[in-house]
């Protein structure tokens, strides 16, 4: 098996090759990926909204983290996509389990952010009225 010829970099130096590799992927997901885009939008709006938020540093951190998270996971389930497609373009289940699997996750990661949302907000400003 051969190994990546990038796997030799140590230091300062793989430092950089990384940070070159992820801002390439986060242009990659920009260009070819409408849902990051839509998602970045959101995250756009959020998360400024979330730290002008009159609420705690800890809810804040958490409602950004939510936001952020949804981002991940959608980034990982592109990355999954690619992989599948570059395998093949057939249609097969396992094909199909993966790519289904990976919108499971950013669903699950967006329910995450919306009940994060919703607790945080729900207790700042609407469970004084109570």
Known sequence: MEESPFKGKTGVQRLLNALGY??????????????????MLLAVVLIPIALLLDVGGPAKALMVASVLLVLIVELLNSGIEAAVDRISLDQHQ??????????????LSLVNAAAVWAVVLWDRFLADKL
């Open 22 to 39: 992820s801002l390439h992927g986060l242009e990659s997901a920009v260009r070819h990926e409408e849902a990051f885009r839509q998602e």
């Open 94 to 107: 396992l094909a199909k389990r993966a790519k289904d699997l990976g919108s499971a996750a950013v669903f």
